[in-house]
């Protein structure tokens, strides 16, 4: 069942209708096997990317005047989540290539905007983040990749953790010290791909998401002109912590869309399935546990909204928006788990997506900032109010 | 190269697509419907040409009120302007009737190089309104192409047949109309969709195209449904238990089916 959406203009009720469109089309059909073959070994889901890129949904939230699609936040995430419900690794995907370009778009200087903003809003390239490090997680400002000036440029050494894109991506968003350990001692860098001193680890054996390609980069001596750093040096850290306000948003509307996904399956099972004479929806017992699941998606959706809305109002939201990737994902978590419960043995073999739902909706709870670290944001700010 | 495409908007076959009691025609009321996605093809092809030379693209469409739905995809994917003809008269019109409203529709849009169709529609699948509409129009039709080139004042054609591929000129003007094997139909953008918005869209009714009322419609078609009925829901199979003789039993279901 498609989400009943109300949509604040008609282009952006077209906009629904076309990412459904490409959605039945080109990626729900595909999100099984493309899973499958990416857990094997190489396979990326570029194409679907593409697909997406010339269709002008990689670029949706950022202004037309520098190519993307002026929609505002609460229209774009909408997109998103639609997308999570047809293949989640591709929604991160959206997801996290709206972050890449958010530091340029936001604190590049015009002569970056226009060189590089362009190529990365033209749904042609890819990006990636590197922002956290094997050491430094949650505790991100305790990164030690360096920057090192030389000459007009920068020599960054070091290396980064859990990049999703990595190997694949056009470009690189990368954080490195300038300075001092420290929050103020951070720089945020573009690297090009192909970049000499720039590789690659292995790509992580995860236990699902597996399309989202996940790997080390390792820097190691690779140089980046003075032209690429984005901002102020010592910029860095707010950079990248308001980047990562909009980006939980990406996430809780990705997740959201996982567990609408989980839920029509077991909506759909449970009025097939007979035991005891009648269809298993007709147990309360069982209907009930998929009222909750509803509730659960409804409130998520409702969460990301609201913070989408401030956003977009320009309003503060860091606080709403790490409530929304708190509730987003845990929902996910558990709709996608009790949809595994309704479909019983069926549920837990690969013949049905609901246990690939389950495995991928518990990433969701650990990155864009474990849930942990969302409840540290909403308590912090929550005391700062009074 | 001016070029018009007929499209027409159909029940969404996704949904449960039913007959209206009253009159037994389609139901377009209670279901939602879009581009027929055979005339999708069409618009691609239209697309293609115009890109590659200049000219415009024109899409006409008859139907309902919902049908400028069918029109806006068309827009959104490329197309220059529209046109919608709807009038109350049209309704439980037959092909004939529909092949004379889009005639006089085309004369009235201008002399266009080039009227492009799809196969069928996905709902009447009668696949007859291309030829009768190039009758009407005086043009030469070269029906069911796979394959559409242009060179001077003449088009190219491939068509597919069971056992061999045909392939056919005929001078421009004329009318072509396309399989789902001629090209791969894009997507509408986002910025497709904005630029639809300010394109032109004409509805037009019968009186604007001097189509008097009594040419078209239920009554005055020439074909009519009488009665339908709901395809009955799939039998369940034959199951064949294996008792050694398995392969002797799977020999004579299918010779009595004929396909041994």
Redesign the interface.
Known sequence: MPATRLMPT??AQ??ID?TR??CDKQLRPKADDGERLAAQGEAHPTEAFR?LG????MS?PYPEELGG?G?PYEVYLQVVEEIGAAWMSVAVGVSVHSLTCYPVAQFGSDEQKSELLEGMLSGEQLGAYCLSEPLAGSDVASMTTKATADGDGYLLKGTKAWISHAGHADFYTTFARTGDSGPRGVSCFTVPAGTEGMTFAEPERKMGLHADTVRQVIFDGARVDASRRIGEEGMGMPIALSALDSGRLGIAAAATGLAQSALDVAARYATEREQFGKRISEFQGLAFLLADMEAAVTSARATYIHAARLKDAGRPFSKEAAVAKLIATDAAMKVTTDAVQVLGGAGYTQDFPVERYMREAKVTQIFEGTNQIQRLVISRQLLKSL | MNIVVCVKYVPDAQSDRTFNDSDKTTDRESVDGLLSELDEYAVEEALKLVEAGEGEVTVVTVGPDQAADAV?KAL?MGADKAVHISDEAIHGSDAPATSLVLAEAIKKIGSPDLVLCGLASTDGTMSVVPAMLAERLGLPQVTQASELSVEGDAVKIRRDGDVASETIEASLPCLVSVTDQINEP??????G??AA?KKPVETWTLADLGVDAGQVGLDNSWTKVLEFTKRPPREQGEIVKDEGDGGSKLAEFLASRKFI
């Open positions: 008609e282009e077209d906009l076309l469109e490409i697909t010339r269709a002008g949904l949706l699609g929609q | 806006k959104q894009r997507y509408p953008s986002f910025k969709i904005m918005k």
